[in-house]
């Protein structure tokens, strides 16, 4: 093993073991945000699918029956 | 076809819960830690300032060592249960796992830079195990991705976690036997253990390391649990049956 550094030399080796923690914790947040967007999308994309359903069922409802064809 | 609720109804687990006070007491110790290391503990005599790499360091070590041991177990009570959710977990902890196990990497050989003046030394038995060990977990998610049944996958990955989590430990007892070893203890030394001030320093980022390895499985947890429920809820409104047919072949695991 080495001697120990003097302090200025060792506090860049300190401080970029420590920045790889906070590199890897920040990447981690950006992939779990980046999810999180992508939850939002599919939730809005459910809700479109809610409404159109939605909207199908009122149409049906509001047609008027069809008419029935006469017994021969 | 089953209602549409059903898919709540069968599996009440929210992954979520209590995730917000997690992240706070996760947070608050993680900063109360670095504050000791950097304001309440003593400069090691020997390494001076560059010993501080080790609170960051060796938790993470420890922290994604566990994780691996307990990836196994969890794989071990998937093989009991053949509930999906327990392969799941076991999926998530070897994840969170590998992505602490690059910050050992990178931390360990900024420390080899510092104190041994090169930035990896192959003839170490620590650094040489731990990157066997990363590499046979790097192999886990092509194992996973190979196999398109996800019966069988799980299954599969299930033994591979079992096989792996009992090397950790086997692996580790043998480096700590090993005569020619140069990697500094931590935990205990010929003279004894850490003195108060480092240990309680190590004890708290221990700590708080592994509160992180827990938020960090939770939030993962949590997503995965939230894609798989609203794409089944999804299918279900197109009116499509196969409901857990999600399409597409993938490493991850199905809820």
Known sequence: MLPALPLDEAGKYVAGAYLVFLALLLIYLAIMASKLSRIEREVVELAELVDRKAEVKAEDGAAPPPAKEPIA | ?255
């Open chain 2, 1 to 255: 076809m089953r209602s549409s609720t059903s898919c709540w109804r069968t599996e009440p687990i929210v992954y979520g819960k209590g995730l917000r006070a997690l992240s706070l007491a996760t947070a608050l110790i993680l900063t109360g830690a670095f504050a000791m290391v950097f304001f309440y503990a003593p400069l090691d005599a020997d390494q001076g300032f560059v010993q501080k790499i080790f609170y960051v360091h060796v938790p993470l070590a420890i922290v994604a060592l566990c994780g691996f041991v307990a990836g196994g177990i969890c794989a071990i009570q998937y093989l009991r249960t053949r509930e999906t959710k327990w392969d799941m977990r076991s999926y998530v902890t070897i994840h969170i796992s590998v992505i602490l196990a690059v910050g050992v990497l990178v931390t360990g050989s900024i420390w080899a830079r510092a104190s041994w003046g090169h930035w990896w030394v192959w003839d170490e038995p620590m650094l040489v195990s731990f990157l066997i060990v990363f590499l046979l977990y790097a192999t886990y998610w092509p194992l996973r991705f190979s196999l398109e049944d996800k019966e069988k996958q799980a299954r599969y990955a299930a033994v591979f976690a079992i096989v792996a989590g009992a090397f950790v430990p086997l692996n580790f007892t043998a480096v700590r036997m090993a005569e020619q070893y140069i990697h500094p203890e931590t935990l205990a030394t010929t003279t004894g253990g850490m003195p108060g001030k480092f240990a309680l320093t190590f004890v708290i980022c221990l700590a708080g390391m592994a509160l992180l390895f827990v938020t960090m499985i939770k939030y993962e947890m949590a997503s995965k649990h939230a894609t798989f429920r609203l794409r089944s809820l999804r299918r279900k409104l197109a009116g499509d049956d196969d409901e857990l047919t999600l399409g597409g072949r993938s490493a991850a695991p199905q809820l």
